[in-house]
């Protein structure tokens, strides 16, 4: 097992490293990270305008309160890929450069998005044309083509401004003067490549760059957001990097996010529009998965405390289980530990699998719903959060994965329960 630990640690280590300190990803994170109140407000006025209890329905029709519902859906859920190619394009720039008018490349990389997003023509029946943004590529659909439109602008305005590639003022010239007129080049430079991406692609069957990432890489998109084993192989690296004491989440989320918020949106789309639900897999069944955190060691922090024969696991295990049921595990993380414990590592790396797999199958059945919300806070309590994903039931299935999480850790648990209460005894008679 120390053999397996040491080569786990000398593979996994620089990879984990190396890619959390990729200044792309920690754009791609820091942007969704900032959008994740604007995905909040849109899903919860989803679900006012989704759910379908009584004569709901019927009643905000008639009173009109379901258009008012979808406004808010509409510039939130529905355009969120604008939010997105703002939000990236920021927040790499003050990583690329922390002098970066950030704000600056933002609007830019919002300008060149819309640029490539085709333009749609209706000529009505006056003979007048009216001339519209596809409303199909603003939203989920967008996404991707959003990220990269993001990364592009941002590097190459970087680039320009330090190597000092901007129109020169005289130092007497103001600040915000001098720095609207350096972006000036780089603004240039960057909107001229857009509009010959437009072009390119415009000429071609796909008609756009949208048209063509979905026309090339949309079955294999698609492959791995509806694929059970996708998230479970993120689950895995996630786990596995946790337990050698590394964030998994900050190498695993922006992958989870730009994998899944394509079908996060899809489905929150849908259930405000009161139509079936497309997807399984998107962020809102992480939700469900964080029971206490990564490892579901909420079960654990159960088993201290209501089970445990050492005063340390009991003290421990009182201590962790208020942040426990807030998705926080850092106190048993360190302070069982988890992290490096050879013991623990079976079931800490298991469990996440075992409640992935439950979850799947009692969707794919149909015993519970799809999710209906994007990605929750990760501060909201344990059956709250399915309850919003899923409704009653999800609390029905929480609790199950509690309990079999419970089973799962409890004979890993009782290893380490009586080592600490023999050293403790020890220590008590060596004491007298």
Do not use: C
């Amino acid at each position: 097992m120390e053999k397996i630990m040491d080569t786990l640690k000398k593979v996994l280590m620089p990879i984990a490293n190396a890619f959390s300190r990729n200044r792309v990803i920690q754009g791609i994170s820091n942007g969704f990270t900032s959008l994740l109140p604007i995905l909040l407000v849109g899903s919860i006025f989803s679900l006012f305008s989704g759910m379908d209890i009584g004569g709901y329905q019927a009643f905000i029709h008639k009173n009109g309160l379901y258009d008012i519902f979808m406004v808010v859906v509409n510039m939130t859920n529905n355009i969120f890929a604008i939010y997105v190619v703002f939000a990236i394009a920021y927040q790499l720039a003050k990583i690329l450069d922390e002098n970066s008018n950030s704000m600056a490349v933002g609007i830019l990389a919002l300008i060149n998005f819309m640029i490539v997003t085709p333009l749609v023509s209706l000529k009505g029946a006056n003979g007048a044309v009216t001339t519209y943004v596809d409303m199909t590529y603003l939203g989920s659909s967008g996404i991707f083509v959003a990220i990269i439109i993001a990364i592009m602008t941002a590097y190459i305005y970087t680039i320009f401004i330090k190597k000092n590639i901007t129109i020169k003022l005289p130092a007497e010239v103001p600040e915000m003067i001098e720095k609207s007129f350096s972006a000036i080049i780089p603004y240039v430079v960057v909107i001229v490549l857009s509009l010959i991406i437009y072009v390119i692609f415009h000429a071609t069957s796909y008609k756009s760059i949208h048209g063509f990432i979905y026309g090339i890489l949309g079955t294999p998109l698609k492959a791995l957001q509806g694929s059970v084993f996708t998230w479970i192989i993120l689950s895995l690296v996630a786990s596995l990097l946790w337990f050698f004491g590394i964030h998994g989440g900050m190498v695993v989320i922006p992958i989870m996010m730009v994998l899944f918020m394509q079908p996060t949106m899809e489905n929150v789309a849908a259930y405000a529009a009161g139509k079936p639900l497309p997807h399984i897999i998107t962020l809102g069944f992480l939700n469900i998965m964080l029971l206490g955190g990564i490892g579901a060691t909420l079960g654990l922090v159960i088993l201290m405390t209501f089970f445990a024969k050492s005063a340390y696991f009991k003290a421990l295990g009182k201590l962790a289980l208020i942040p426990g049921i807030f998705g926080i595990n850092e106190p048993i993380m360190f302070g069982m530990p988890i992290v490096l414990n050879p013991i623990m590592f079976i079931p800490f790396v298991l469990v996440p699998v075992i409640d992935t797999l439950i979850v799947y199958l009692s969707m794919y059945s149909g015993l519970v719903s799809y999710p209906r919300m994007a990605m929750l806070s990760t501060g909201t309590p344990v059956f709250l959060d399915a309850f919003l994903q899923v409704g009653v039931k999800g609390i029905i299935l929480e609790i199950v994965l509690i309990l079999t999480n419970m089973a799962i850790y409890f004979p890993f648990f009782k290893l380490e329960d009586n080592r600490h209460y023999g050293e403790e005894h020890s220590s008590a008679v060596d004491v007298k």
